[in-house]
């Protein structure tokens, strides 16, 4: 698989943290949506991330485990490995945690870019 390498913005993934601890988890929504296009970019791949949101808002966060998971496996594809990036994200997101799960999604798609 060709990867090609596109102009990501670089995050600093402390200060994502920090607006969604300020804005009551509001920034992490646009958190996701920035990773959405940052990992559709990098794979190449269309994709849209207001679909992404509407269904996570619709289903009342249940799509946001499916979505961390096909991240993980999008992220591994990237980089040509098969890894357990996926089922990492899905882990942390079912344990509460998917603030750490964007975390560590951020800082891949840093080392990426």
Do not use: E
Request: contains cysteine; glycine residues 6%.
């Amino acid at each position: 698989m060709a990867v090609i390498r596109m102009k990501i913005k670089q995050r600093s993934v402390g200060l994502c943290i920090l607006l969604s601890f300020v804005t009551c988890g509001l920034y992490g929504l646009y958190w996701m949506c920035c990773l959405h296009k940052d990992v559709s970019k990098l794979a190449n791949k269309p994709s849209s991330a207001a679909k992404m949101m509407l269904l996570t808002l619709v289903t009342f966060g249940i799509y946001m485990f499916y979505w961390m998971y096909k991240q993980g496996k999008t992220i591994d594809q990237i980089r040509q490995v098969n890894g357990s990036q996926a089922i990492v994200y899905l882990l942390l997101s079912l344990f509460g945690l998917s603030l750490i799960a964007l975390a560590i999604m951020r800082s891949d798609v840093n080392q990426l870019a």
